[in-house]
């Protein structure tokens, strides 16, 4: 791996050194994973901003967590337009768990992608989801492999990438699906910008998603504008602020509508 300590955020090195040491699935899976470009298009089609909502009770950037149900929240980031959700399974700092996943999967009919700290094969065997998402810069040269090896189950492999190298690894192993992620792991700091220096080198044919840091319809407007097919938004959506001590928050639905409306609606 291409993860010299010194380079990450400590939050981070203990996100990677715990994920390093979970276990993987007994058994090999075989999914029958819902498509995520048609999601995307039956949303452009309805007019709606393909967002992928994410489940994210709480993060190393995040004050406070959510303990209602993820599924409920998931349900609600459907009725506010998500194209697909993202669920966090990483337990030890985002509050996630493979048995959520499942739920919520069972749950909704849009395609679930599974965010984790993965850097094994058999990790790949934890959970049925519909995509999965591989960190160019977390599993350095194994990346073509697990990219193989993700396909060979029948999940859609979401590579992230947060610079122009980890850009070129990906499509070096045959991503079809790119996330940029906004937010640099070694710093944990946000820079829209990010997405709008990569977004050019990425050839048509690849789908393109901005993650991290998409706070405002502005925002939304921002990535499209620099070639964004979809984006991946977290916290906004998730909203803590507010949360009173049951883990009651802002109203996820309106939260997610805000977003999957901002081309067509000006801000409430
Ligand atoms: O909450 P935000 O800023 O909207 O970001 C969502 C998502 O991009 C972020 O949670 C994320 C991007 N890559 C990750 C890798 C692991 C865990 C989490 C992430």
Not at 51 to 58: F, G, L, R
């Amino acid at each position: 791996m291409n993860t010299r300590s010194e380079e990450l955020a400590p939050a981070v090195r203990s996100i990677l050194d715990a994920a390093a040491d979970r276990p993987g699935g007994d058994e090999r899976v075989a999914v029958d994973a819902r498509s995520l470009s048609t999601a995307f298009a039956t949303a452009e089609a309805d007019g709606r901003v393909p967002v992928i909502a994410e489940v994210k009770p709480t993060s190393p950037t995040t004050d406070g967590a959510r303990r209602e149900d993820p599924v409920d929240l998931a349900e609600s980031m459907v009725a506010g337009g998500a194209a697909a959700l993202s669920v966090l399974t990483e337990p030890e700092h985002f509050g996630g768990s493979l048995d959520t996943l499942d739920r919520v999967r069972a749950a909704v009919d849009v395609p679930v992608l599974r965010k984790d700290f993965l850097v094994r094969e058999d990790q790949l065997d934890a959970v049925e989801a519909d995509l999965v998402l591989l960190i160019a810069r977390f599993v350095g040269d194994d990346l073509a492999d697990l990219v193989a090896a993700a396909r060979d189950r029948g999940f859609q492999p979401l590579v992230e990438v947060h610079t122009r190298e980890e850009l070129a690894a990906a499509l070096a192993a045959g991503a079809e699906l790119i996330g940029v992620n906004n937010r640099d792991l070694g710093k944990l700091a946000v820079d829209l910008s990010t997405f709008e220096a990569i977004a050019p080198e990425v050839p048509d044919g690849v789908t393109l998603i901005a993650e991290s840091g998409i706070a405002t319809p502005a925002d939304v407007q921002r990535m499209r504008d620099a070639g964004a097919d979809g984006l991946l938004i977290g916290s906004a959506i998730m909203d803590a602020e507010g949360t009173d001590e049951a883990g009651t928050g802002g109203d996820v639905s309106a939260n997610t509508r805000r977003f999957t409306a901002a081309e067509t609606e000006e801000e409430v």
